[in-house]
């Protein structure tokens, strides 16, 4: 059977359909909200959303490397001895963790989310198992350079994923003698020491889902006065020897540190100055040894929250369980939403907490 001629009409009008289809498809592209501008090449909704995900977990500031989301942070036990300040690094850590070590001294644990972005820290001290605790809940690799010895049982018992100054101190740590101090005072190290050590070491980097968002925060921005009322300072001691005020500077928006009523400043001179202020207020016992051990207790309590230049009365809870995330409630009894940046958080004991102070008056 021979095939029909084409019409030479018909193909012409198919053409002109084509060519007013496209033309019709090219104007309605132009005719958006741009004015017939080019359509606009930036990020869709979803990856807008995608990318405001990309926030440190312990500040919730954006910006955080896509590469460090989902490791684990990294705890580090930090001297808080007179001969150890100004202490190397103190205005880097995420969150610092500051509690009774024995004798009515301190010791910080300073926690970062990224283990890439340490400068150079120190004087690292020796490990206290309450401290432990606290970095477990956090899923944290434990940085130490010694430790008590209920500090080692737990380590041992439990199986966590440490870091010694005791075992690796010129492999992955070094000393600083540039200053006339004991040797206990002079540890150091510093992120690409730590980063060498995970890697050589084997530890196991990716962190456990209870890590993955370890806190709320509120929207950058978006914060609202706290239902306690204005806090242009919070006093608080550790001990007769360790006060601390923390005053609001309403310039930057963040509560700088005073201790025993001197700026508290890493090396070099910048003062200390945090976003959040925690106080976590928690009964204290004597281990009955002879080195004067303390045992805190981690499972709970009140405690009160400052941020800018507000406070409320807040709960606290962790549980009986090593591992067990610490969680922090609002005084409504809804988690507590953090403002985005650094924190500070005191482990205060239960016996001074009526000494805590907050102040609505500015400072003269």
């Given at each position: 059977m021979k095939k029909k001629a084409k019409n030479p009409r018909q193909g012409a009008s198919f053409c002109m359909a084509a060519l007013l289809l496209l033309a019709i498809t090219a104007g309605l592209a132009g005719c958006g909200t741009n004015g017939g501008e080019e359509p606009s090449t930036g990020p869709t909704e979803g990856q807008t959303q995608a990318q405001a995900v990309v926030v440190n977990p312990l500040t919730?500031?954006?910006?955080?490397?896509?590469?460090?989301?989902?490791?684990?942070p990294v705890a580090v036990i930090i001297n808080n001895a007179p001969a150890a300040r100004p202490q190397w690094g103190l205005c880097a850590p995420d969150i610092v963790f500051e509690g009774l070590a024995e004798g009515g001294i301190?010791?910080?644990?300073?926690?970062?989310?990224n283990v890439q972005d340490i400068p150079k820290i120190g004087s690292l001290r020796s490990a206290r198992h309450d401290f432990l605790e606290v970095a477990e809940g956090f899923d944290a690799i434990f940085v130490h350079w010694g430790g008590s010895v209920y500090a080692y049982?737990?380590?041992k018992q439990r199986d966590v994923d440490d870091i010694d100054g005791m075992t690796y101190s010129n492999q992955y740590f070094y000393r600083d003698q540039s200053r006339n101090v004991g040797l206990e005072h002079t540890?150091?190290?510093?992120?690409e020491r730590l980063s060498r050590a995970i890697e050589s070491i084997g530890l196991r980097q990716?962190?456990?889902?209870?890590?993955?968002?370890?806190?709320?925060?509120?929207r950058e921005g978006e914060e609202s006065a706290l239902a306690g009322g204005p806090c242009t300072s919070l006093t608080f001691s550790f001990s007769d020897d360790y006060r601390h005020t923390f005053r609001y500077d309403a310039a930057t928006g963040l509560y700088q540190n005073f201790m025993n009523d001197k700026p508290m400043t890493q090396d070099g001179g910048q003062q200390m100055a945090v976003k959040n202020v925690l106080l976590l207020f928690c009964p204290i016992k004597s281990m009955g040894d002879a080195s004067g051990c303390i045992d805190m207790d981690l499972t709970g309590g009140s405690g009160i929250y400052a941020a800018n230049g507000s406070y409320e009365r807040i709960t606290w809870k962790k549980g009986n369980t090593p591992a067990n995330p610490l969680k922090l409630y609002a005084a409504d009894g809804a988690e507590l939403a953090l403002s985005v940046g650094q924190s500070y958080i005191g482990l205060v004991p239960q016996a001074r907490q009526e000494k805590a102070s907050v102040s609505a008056a500015e400072e003269a």
């Open positions: 919730g500031e954006p910006g955080f490397p896509e590469a460090a989301l989902g490791k684990r301190t010791r910080m644990m300073w926690l970062f989310a049982d737990a380590l540890g150091c190290t510093d992120g990716e962190a456990g889902a209870s890590y993955q968002a370890p806190f709320t925060f509120a």
